[in-house]
């Protein structure tokens, strides 16, 4: 089955932009950034902690890099149920890190609160295809393990 989901294009300057959608987990509405660069869908660590205080995070061995600063802890979750429009995300397990500082651009740039980063596990496991034109993104039912 195929799933559309809005997106929001945020134009920077030197004609970039990033990408927004709406999603929702356990009856909150979060805002993520859809970055089809990163390997890892990631949450913010404090902003999990808020609004979901039962949430078991597992410690990863593994330091994560690549958001602009230095190898950083994380934890892991189990990311079972997310929606993306009617798309439910199943299987798959998101990082936890702290995302201050990403956080922080968008709300200097007055783009209201951030909670996380939809990366390239959700993308490739769901076929994303991304119209930037008409703002939507297609996932199709998850490709097979």
């Known amino acids: 089955m195929?799933?559309?989901?809005?997106?929001?294009i945020?134009?920077?300057?030197?004609?970039?932009?990033?990408?927004?959608?709406?999603a929702r987990w356990h009856k909150r509405k979060l805002r993520l950034v859809?970055?089809?660069g990163a390997s890892k869908t990631v949450f913010d660590n404090h902003m999990l902690?808020?609004?979901?205080?039962?949430?078991?995070?597992?410690?990863?061995?593994?330091?994560s890099a690549g958001l602009g600063t230095a190898a950083m802890?994380?934890?892991?979750?189990?990311l079972e149920g997310l929606r993306l429009g009617k798309c439910r995300i199943q299987g798959l397990q998101a990082a936890a890190l702290d995302l201050s500082h990403i956080l922080n651009s968008y709300?200097?740039?007055g783009h209201?609160?951030?909670?996380?980063?939809?990366?390239?596990?959700?993308l490739w496991k769901y076929g994303a295809k991304i119209d930037y034109r008409k703002?939507?993104?297609?996932?199709?039912?998850a490709l097979p393990a």
């Open 107 to 109: 709300e200097d740039m």
């Open 73 to 78: 802890e994380s934890h892991l979750f189990d």
């Open 2 to 8: 195929k799933h559309r989901i809005p997106i929001v």
């Open 10 to 22: 945020l134009p920077l300057e030197a004609e970039g932009c990033h990408l927004l959608l709406e």
């Open 49 to 63: 902690l808020a609004f979901f205080p039962t949430l078991e995070l597992i410690r990863s061995e593994q330091q």
């Open 34 to 36: 859809l970055d089809t």
């Open 135 to 141: 703002q939507i993104m297609h996932l199709h039912d």
């Open 112 to 122: 209201g609160p951030i909670h996380g980063i939809l990366g390239g596990d959700v």
